[in-house]
């Protein structure tokens, strides 16, 4: 077990309640409870959303998202007593989010960016107040948030922007890393030149 | 098809479990309690790259809503989500062995946990609560978390050298290069 590690950036993540935070990354979970004809929309839903790829390319857009689900919970597995067995009289959805930035700002890019896709997503929801204008929406979803009580990220300084860039640097600079010993000098300093130019968005 | 709980090679656990009653403050100082004291149990599972503990008390119902009928859950319930890398049995294998202490400390507070609160009896029962997710969004979902924990690691030193580096001459940039970061993948 190691002591919470210490950002070394400055902490991005804002507006939402200390238990939520790891370093830069921010928890969000919320459940909603969805009208009858969500039961069956939700599940079509995600399975479209899974088979067609371009559907989830807005949410890539949102680069400060790491890891996020959505799941429909109509009854839960049962343990034996005191737990009432049986369905739920509605289902309920529960979403999860893993980001960074801030909460307001997270909820805004959400509602601008993926209008369409919000609406699909939580329509189906009691009180769901439409994306726009964002404050309804916000205070819908403060309504159904709960906070974490313990949250970890196993690296609590990056973002998720600086993650997705690492890598792709890591892509760019293994045939300079591979190859470097075999080139000329000259030839060297302008595959780096060509090389740093190409990766400078990831600096 | 692949599975709806995974996305590349990650995979995301859910597992919702019922709280004894009278045992959910106690659960919930112990948990709120970790980063007091600074631990990170699940840093003890180095597959794992972002999880979270959570007591849900209650559905909300607002009448505003127009819901017919209010809903309320039995008893407080423990979420417990984990984005890790790989296969679940193997990660519940780990976690049902490192985690034994805190797991009697966590779901040893639940209804229907196994007394000893390890090993295949917990996984067991972590599995038979397993919720399924319905839509997975991983950003780097292809990467492990010992892969991005490199590739962090190795921007910072890229940033590093493209700073110290400036103005050399070629042989010397070359030099300076692959002693940073020669010898391939």
């Not at chain 1, 400055?10 to 009208?35: C, E, L, M, W």
């Not at chain 2, 045992?23 to 980063?35: K, S």
């Not at chain 2, 007091?36 to 607002?62: M, Q, S, W, Y």
């Not at chain 2, 809503?65 to 979420?79: A, G, M, N, S, T």
Request: net charge neutral.
């Amino acid at each position: 077990m190691s002591a919470q590690a210490s950002p070394a950036g400055p902490i991005t993540a804002t507006g939402t309640h200390p238990r939520n935070y790891d370093g830069q990354v921010i928890a969000i979970t919320v459940f909603s409870t969805i009208k009858w004809w969500g039961r069956a929309f939700l599940p079509a839903l995600f399975q479209i959303t899974r088979r067609v790829p371009r559907l989830t390319a807005t949410l890539r857009q949102l680069s400060f998202i790491h890891f996020a689900r959505w799941s429909v919970i109509g009854r839960l597995p049962y343990n034996g007593p005191p737990q009432r067995e049986g369905r739920f009289r509605y289902p309920h959805m529960y979403f999860e989010s893993n980001f960074n930035g801030g909460w307001e700002e997270y909820i805004d890019a959400f509602s601008h960016i993926l209008t369409s896709g919000m609406t699909a997503f939580w329509g189906s929801s009691y009180g769901f107040p439409k994306p726009l204008p964002t404050a309804p929406f916000k205070a819908y979803i403060q309504a159904n948030e709960t906070e974490a009580d313990h949250y970890y990220c196993a690296y609590p300084d990056a973002t998720s922007t600086m993650i997705q860039r690492a890598l792709e640097l890591e892509t760019k600079l293994a045939p300079l890393r591979r190859n470097g010993e075999r080139m000329a000098p000259d030839e060297f300093a302008a595959a780096y030149r060509s090389f740093l130019t190409d990766v400078q968005h990831c600096l | 098809m692949p599975s709806p709980n995974v996305s590349g090679q990650a995979y995301a656990f859910m597992a919702m479990t019922p709280i004894t009653p009278g045992e959910e403050q106690p659960l919930a100082t112990y948990l709120r309690g970790l980063r007091e004291r600074g631990a990170r149990p699940l840093a003890k599972l180095p597959r794992t790259h972002i999880g979270r503990f959570v007591i849900v008390p209650d559905f909300h119902n607002d009448p505003a809503w127009k819901q017919p009928r209010e809903e309320h859950l039995d008893l407080h319930y423990l979420i417990f989500t984990s984005n890790f890398d790989g296969d679940l049995d193997s990660y519940l294998d780990e976690l049902c062995e490192k985690l034994a202490p805190e797991a009697k400390e966590i779901w040893g507070r639940c209804v229907g946990c196994p007394a000893s609160a390890e090993g295949a009896d917990l996984k067991r029962y972590l599995k038979h609560n397993q919720i399924d997710t319905g839509l997975f969004f991983a950003a780097y979902g292809d990467a492990t978390v010992g892969q991005v924990e490199r590739a962090l690691r190795q921007r910072e030193r890229m940033i590093d050298f493209a700073i110290s580096a400036q103005g050399l001459e070629p042989e010397a940039l070359q030099q300076a290069f692959l002693a940073q970061f020669g010898g391939g993948d």
